[in-house]
């Protein structure tokens, strides 16, 4: 297949304001990075240690680590600050014997807590869980089940979500309310770090395939190499800047590009409580003069279609503007370009390759449309069906040459799973298709499985369906990602109904909040289809998600 599709819009030049900073990272390598780290002297490490407690080691303890923003205003925190609550947490978790190895599970908002409760289970050794804080019951239990977690930090309200009878190995649950009522000083030098392998598991991301449930992609310690490096080259992280993720810690980007790259390049990082408002959004940059920004297509087409809004703003400060998760339009890098006077330099990664790959450096041209280019050291492949690399234009399967620093160390208790990205010798698989230009730039031509990505969210069809089906009125479900404007895709099931039900508007709605309440609410179906059947496979009787979804593809073609 030969690719048709190839960028209308004119590259955006490299911005040389920005060369001038970038020139200070050039051959900084994962060997210098090493060098840096504990690693690099002793051969053991620990990511919350590099992350914070170094810092304050070199002397920049005063330096503000976080900014917590909410409706009640803005609560900052110095390095020395953080450190001594992680140190106050490691030190609760040791005491309810948390050990190196153990799963400990972190349910919160996103909250200053949240971020000090993950490095702290890392500190003590420990691999943290973080869970998005709108999972309910299901995805809650299903997650904590699969690799037996024993500890989980949460709060009051959040806890009501956990089905705690159905969690055999969950022995203790923690509260950060009762943990902040705790009178003790934090300052423990370095007594309580866990100074671990750099192949010791550091956190587990429970993440979506097109089968089967979500499956625990597990990294190592020594990701932190990956991310500090891609920190510097890729967020280009400088002393003086105010660094903003919107994403949740129990997403990747979250944990990997809210946390753990901007504070091992010592960021000024924000902490953004509630969903998203534009109005909020824009006055957060202005008021806290954010230099960074990282967020998602579906968050920029949000802020495009509110008009003139930004013009409101002083949004002067912002230098550096990145994307990820989906597919970043080519109208939207133009939109950022001409109104708000910035680049936006899309990234493509995963939670399993655990760090940037395929970037767009800040001194490079960007060709709306393409996801940039292989990050230096890294070599990607577009592969035929026999692993072969294919020519420039084609479109055929996106690989990278494994390894690298940051890729997964192992699927939790599935090496079946972890087996099946490394079919073609040398080469790790990424279920997306692609095509690489002469220049080396690759763009993305969609998923070669079932997955549906909405909002950024990657969402596996199979765990819709099941949960679909529990509801008494559900007798088969299939479910694919509809193209949506906005959301890249909206989760949508076709449903046939067992007897005795009768189709309804009424029905549907029940059956969606039936997913949101019992699984979570970017799971739930967006729109529901009632139909007579369901195409199926002849041999085995599989539902043809892929027939629903081109039939949902050609009705918008129709529309349109
Ligand atoms: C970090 C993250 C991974 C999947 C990936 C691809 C899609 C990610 C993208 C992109 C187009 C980009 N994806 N970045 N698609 N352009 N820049 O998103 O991890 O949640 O595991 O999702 O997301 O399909 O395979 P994850």
Not at 11 to 32: A, C, M, R, V
């Amino acid at each position: 297949m030969s690719s048709n599709v190839s960028s209308h819009i004119d590259p955006i030049e490299g911005d040389f304001h920005l060369t001038n900073y970038q020139k200070t990272h050039d051959n900084f390598s994962w060997e210098d990075a090493k060098k840096l780290l504990s690693y690099g002297k002793t051969g053991k490490l620990n990511a919350a240690y590099e992350t914070i407690d170094r810092h304050v080691d070199e002397g920049y303890g005063e330096k503000i680590a976080l900014h917590y923003v909410d409706e009640n205003g803005t609560k900052s925190l110095t390095f020395r600050e953080v450190k001594a609550e992680t140190d106050k947490y490691a030190q609760i978790l040791k005491e309810n014997g948390v050990k190196k190895g153990d799963r400990v599970f972190v349910f919160l908002p996103k909250t200053a807590e949240c971020y000090i409760a993950i490095l702290s289970v890392i500190k003590v050794g420990a691999i943290a869980g973080p869970l998005f804080e709108a999972f309910m019951e299901d995805a809650i239990k299903d997650r904590i089940n699969d690799c037996t977690g024993s500890l989980l930090i949460t709060d009051h309200e959040l806890v009501k979500r956990v089905p705690q009878a159905d969690i055999p190995s969950l022995e203790t649950i923690l509260y950060v309310e009762d943990i902040a009522k705790e009178d003790r000083t934090g300052n423990h030098g370095n007594e309580l770090v866990e100074w671990v392998d750099p192949e010791d598991g550091l956190i587990i991301h429970y993440t979506s395939g097109s089968t089967g449930k979500p499956k625990g992609v597990l990294h190592a310690h020594r990701s932190t190499v990956h991310h500090i490096v891609t920190g510097k080259w890729v967020l280009d992280i400088h002393d003086e800047d105010v660094y903003w993720c919107t994403s949740h810690p129990g997403w990747v980007t979250g944990s990997v590009y809210g946390l753990f790259a901007p504070w091992l390049n010592r960021a000024t990082i924000v902490i953004q409580g509630g969903r998203f408002k534009a109005e909020n959004w824009y006055q957060l940059m202005e008021d806290l003069k954010v230099t960074i920004w990282y967020s998602a297509p579906t968050a920029f087409r949000m802020l495009m279609s509110q008009g003139d809004l930004h013009e409101k703003y002083d949004l002067s400060s912002l230098r550096h503007v990145l994307s990820v998760g989906e597919p970043l339009n080519p109208e939207v890098i133009t939109w950022a370009h001409k109104k708000l006077q910035v680049r936006i330099h899309d990234t493509w990664w995963m939670t399993e390759t655990g760090g940037h790959l395929i970037v767009n450096l800040p001194s490079e041209k960007i060709k709306p449309g393409s996801m940039g280019r292989a990050f230096p050291g890294i070599e990607v492949g577009i592969l035929n069906a026999n692993g072969e690399k294919l020519p420039a234009g084609e479109v055929g399967q996106l690989a990278v040459k494994a390894p690298w620093p940051g890729l997964m160390k192992e699927i939790w208790g599935n090496e079946d799973k972890f087996k099946s990205y490394f079919i073609y010798e040398g080469w790790y698989i990424s279920g997306d298709l692609a095509y690489q230009d002469e220049e080396g730039h690759v763009f993305f031509q969609g998923r070669s499985d079932d997955m549906i990505n909405s909002a950024g969210e990657r969402i596996g069809p199979f765990e819709v369906e099941s949960k679909l089906i529990e509801h008494p009125a559900v007798a088969e479900a299939g479910v694919v990602g509809k193209p949506d404007e906005v959301r890249g895709e909206i989760v949508k099931a076709f449903i046939t109904l067992r007897p005795g039900f009768l189709a309804s508007d009424n029905l549907k709605e029940e059956i969606r909040l039936f997913v949101r309440k019992n699984l979570s609410a970017h799971a739930a179906p967006r729109e529901i289809e009632i139909v007579e059947d369901l195409p199926k496979t002849k041999i085995s009787g599989k539902i043809l998600r892929r027939q629903l979804k081109a039939l949902e593809v050609e009705k918008q073609a129709v529309k349109s």
